[in-house]
């Protein structure tokens, strides 16, 4: 599976808009591209993934640049209820699928 | 129940011990995952099962880490003589299907501590 770089950390202020950014250069044609977040003390949870399109669900959206080397989740209005680890993961369809977590970005939402 | 349910949620044992970790699937979950966490860090691999069968195993640091899955549903993660370096959040999730496009359900974790 591609791997992906992420930064260590970033702020939003609540009410505004959390872009994160992932960075999969050597991602291949059939990996998609998946988020999870981890709330302190908590399992990671599912967000959202993709392939090529850009997707949106109830809890953010997924851009995924037209060349699939870098994607953003994007958390339209932040509240502190945000605050977590954030991971982006690539991995392929097919097969036994075993998503590989890095360290992702620690997102912090100040009032 | 409706989610991943995983047990005990903290355990507490002293070095050489064996312990056991449960983990309760999501109903009707094929797939099952071990990984575990130490502190700052993203959740490391350990074992997947497809059905009752171990279908990697390859994150199992060493042989004193066993998982089974007898009846496909629940598994029990087992670990012999424990070590300080043990100590960790070991965590538990399911999904629908290990094929195509998948979403993994994680449970609480269940936090060990070797003293």
């Known amino acids: 599976d591609a791997k992906t770089t992420q930064p260590p950390s970033m702020d939003c202020a609540e009410g505004r808009a959390a872009n994160l950014p992932c960075n999969h250069s050597?991602?291949?044609?059939?990996?998609?591209v998946y988020w999870y977040r981890q709330i302190h003390s908590q399992g990671p949870q599912y967000i959202i993934h993709g392939l090529k399109n850009n997707e949106t669900n109830e809890m953010a959206s997924l851009i995924i640049t037209e060349d699939r080397k870098s994607s953003t989740l994007i958390l339209p209005h932040a509240t502190l209820r945000d605050t977590a680890v954030y991971y982006c993961i690539v991995s392929k369809t097919g097969g036994s699928y075993i998503p590989t977590f890095g360290r992702g970005t620690s997102l912090i939402v100040h009032p | 129940g409706a989610g991943v349910s995983q047990t005990p949620s903290n355990k507490v044992t002293e070095k050489g011990k064996y312990v056991e970790l449960r983990c309760d699937p999501i109903s009707g979950h094929t797939a099952l995952y071990w990984y575990r966490q130490s502190l700052g860090q993203g959740p490391e691999f350990l074992i997947y099962?497809?059905?009752?069968?171990?279908?990697?195993d390859s994150g199992l640091p060493n042989d004193r880490f066993f998982a089974v899955r007898p009846e496909g549903s629940v598994s029990t993660l087992k670990i012999q003589r424990t070590e300080r370096g043990d100590s960790a959040v070991y965590l538990c999730?399911?999904?629908?299907?290990?094929?195509?496009?998948?979403?993994?359900?994680f449970g609480a974790g269940s936090r060990l501590t070797v003293l």
């Open positions: 099962f497809q059905g009752t069968g171990a279908a990697d």
């Open positions: 999730a399911s999904s629908p299907r290990a094929t195509g496009a998948n979403v993994l359900t």
């Open positions: 050597t991602i291949s044609g059939n990996e998609y």
